[in-house]
């Protein structure tokens, strides 16, 4: 199996079933856990030196961070209905806790954290939506925490890819810090496939082919992408829907695609 690709483990004691950190990663910022909580459970921890997201992906919860109380907050119960979701933001050395309300499933995004911001909702009206590409490259895009909203290293956005499209697409990649033409991002896809015991696939590769893995991903699955380029595909009948969190030296995403597939996208300019 991949290095790059994470099935879902046995949960903890907590509920938690993925567990990303920069040591088990091999690299320097990206954080990522995700959760499943039944009704009455409880999760606290505190943040560390990293500031966190959490997004509820479904599920209804009370968050306590710090001196802020989110009461009853989510809405939708399926990463696959079409409402953005409600997320946390906590900065660093924040004690957090979560109280589910309903059958939860919580991701807990972290990058390194200095201070700046202090813990806010982030209510569905606040996300940014988008479509991005055309025809069989169409998908929706649900901006949590971009670049241009405070944080001091995360950014947390959702795809969702329809039945027989692919995203991610043309192949882009965020691997040096040359900005303004691109920066460096690590970057965690978590994967949900609906029906669920559908497929998707996913290929990470650089140009000099020192990195090449083509990844058959399954429901609950979990990518690392510390570099190259990382295209996206859904089989016809599944949709696709990934949370990505990306981090890194500078909080910016600047982004360079696979000059090989590139006409893609003058084709579609010319139509």
């Not at 972290?110 to 982030?122: C, N, Q, Y």
């Not at 609906?194 to 609950?220: K, N």
Request: net charge negative.
């Amino acid at each position: 199996m991949s290095e790059l690709l994470r099935h879902p483990s046995v949960k903890d004691s907590d509920g938690r079933h993925q567990h990303v950190t920069p040591e088990n990663a091999g690299w320097r910022y990206v954080g990522f856990d995700a959760y499943d909580l039944e009704a009455g459970e409880q999760l606290g921890f505190d943040s560390g030196g990293d500031e966190i997201c959490l997004v509820l992906l479904s599920g209804k919860a009370t968050v306590v961070a710090g001196d802020e109380q989110f009461t009853e907050i989510g809405e939708r119960m399926s990463v696959f209905e079409d409402t953005p979701p409600y997320s946390v933001y906590a900065p660093n050395d924040c004690e957090v806790a979560v109280t589910a309300l309903s059958a939860l499933e919580l991701a807990v995004c972290r990058a390194p954290g200095r201070g700046s911001h202090p813990p806010r909702l982030i209510v569905p009206e606040q996300v940014g939506y988008e479509v991005r590409g055309e025809g069989s490259n169409t998908r929706h895009i649900y901006n949590i925490l971009p670049d241009t909203e405070p944080a001091d290293s995360l950014l947390v956005v959702e795809v969702k890819t329809p039945s027989g499209n692919w995203s991610s697409y043309p192949p882009h990649k965020h691997d040096s810090d040359d900005l303004p033409n691109q920066s460096y991002l690590e970057e965690t896809y978590y994967h949900r496939i609906d029906p669920p015991q559908g497929f998707a696939f996913q290929r990470v590769y650089t140009d000099d082919g020192e990195l090449d893995e083509a990844m058959a991903l399954r429901d609950r699955d979990l990518v690392l992408v510390p570099r190259g380029y990382h295209p996206y595909g859904a089989p016809h009948g599944y949709t696709g829907y990934y949370l990505n969190v990306m981090a890194g030296p500078k909080r910016i995403w600047r982004f360079h695609n696979d000059p090989a597939h590139a006409w893609v996208l003058k084709q579609h300019a010319n139509d």
